[in-house]
């Protein structure tokens, strides 16, 4: 079975156009998330694959995009009407 690793994907992009495509493109890897923050369990290549596509879309010079590597869910803390991660029982990507 393939490993799968929870990332937290954040971006902040300054053109609308961008904006959408890379809100596309993290829609398509996306486990939950708020707004402009994403929680995602990806396999290596998925994320190779994610890097990938996010690149193609944000403009090096104006925007930011941050992938981070968390530790699980067991050392996450929510509050209010957040929710902890949750790794589906299947996952589609495309």
């Keep these: 079975m393939t490993q ?42 998925e994320k190779s694959i994610l890097l990938k596509d996010i690149n193609l879309v944000i403009n090096l010079e104006e925007d930011r995009f941050i992938l981070i590597r968390l530790s699980g869910a067991k050392y996450i803390h929510a509050l209010g009407k957040a929710t902890l991660p949750q790794d589906g029982s299947f996952y589609y990507v495309g």
Excluded: H, M, P, W
């Design 4 to 45: 799968r690793q929870l990332y937290l994907a954040a971006y902040d992009i300054s053109c609308n156009r961008r904006l959408r495509q890379a809100l596309y493109v993290l829609r398509g890897y996306a486990s939950g998330g708020q707004k402009s923050v994403f929680e995602c369990f990806l396999t290596q290549s």
